[in-house]
Structure formats: C-alpha cells, structure tokens
C-alpha cells in the first residue's frame, strides 16, 4: 500500500531479475536489482535495503546504472523508491 515501508535483505552474489524505472521503480521490478541499479548495494557483497511504496507514476524512464539496465514502462497502479532510514 502506498506509504508501506519496508527492509530486504539482498543476499551476495545474487541473480538479478527484472527492472523498469530509475529513482522510482514499477511495482513488478526486482527490489534487489532496483537497488544495485539505484547505488545502494552492489551485487557482490548484498545488504539490506529499505524502500517505501508510492502511487504508480505516469511512466518509468529506463537508463543503464551501475552496470544494470532498466527498461521504460507506461503508467502502473503502484511503484517503490529507496529511503535511508532503518527499522
């Protein structure tokens, strides 16, 4: 729901999924690989993330960061971004 927060544990090492957006991620994207394409973690050493849900966006732009590529998608009913605060 939007304004749910939330904390994902990333482990090392693992497979990266799908993506679509940049800064705001399309509901259906790998939270995991949002958050390597986001800065927040890198694929070899994993982490925690944490990320709040939002109301879905008119469109999600799609770019290449930190070695991973999102792709664009239209409008969608809900999306999530990264915050810094911990649980």
């Not at 904390?7 to 509901?27: F, I, K, Q, V």
């Not at 986001?38 to 990320?51: C, H, N, Q, S």
């Not at 409008?75 to 999530?80: E, L, P, Q, V, Y």
Request: hydrophobic share 30%.
């Amino acid at each position: 729901r939007e304004g749910d927060a939330s904390a994902l544990y990333c482990p090392p090492n693992g497979e990266m999924g799908s993506l679509w957006g940049t800064d705001e991620y399309r509901d259906a994207s790998s939270i995991c690989s949002a958050a390597v394409h986001d800065g927040k973690l890198t694929i070899a050493e994993g982490g925690t993330v944490t990320f709040y849900m939002r109301s879905g966006q008119s469109n999600y732009r799609g770019s290449t960061q930190q070695g991973l590529t999102s792709r664009s998608f239209n409008a969608t009913d809900s999306s999530f971004e990264f915050t810094s605060f911990d649980f």
